[in-house]
């Protein structure tokens, strides 16, 4: 049986420059040259089924009233989202000292876990 896709979220970034996207390669060579380069071209396809699971099972790790992480279970596997895993995993490395998700990110996390709750 195939996974279905989440397909909106299923499209990976190209950042190749051609005579039809002229107009854009000033915008192609700031975006290869950037620090999101890897989380724009990276190939993480999304499945249904492991996003609702994930979010299903989801809980916020809070310290000191900071969110400091997510955490979860997939087909019995134990899952832990953090800033810095985020960072790591992408190759952004922006993060100086941050450990917490901010409170407005956290919130967005949460309501995000309500909807695929329903779903």
Known sequence: M????KIPHNYMCTLDKTSQNITFHS????????KYKTLLT???????DTQRELWKNAKLEVKDKKPLAITSSIKGIQVT?????ISEVF????LTGKSSFKKKQSTKLISLREGMKKK
Not at 42 to 48: Q, R, V
């Open 81 to 85: 989202i953090t800033p810095q895993t």
């Open 27 to 34: 915008v192609i060579d700031s975006l290869s040259s950037s």
């Open 91 to 94: 190759e952004i490395n922006d």
């Open 42 to 48: 990276c190939n993480a396809p999304i499945f249904l």
């Open 2 to 5: 195939a996974l279905p896709f």
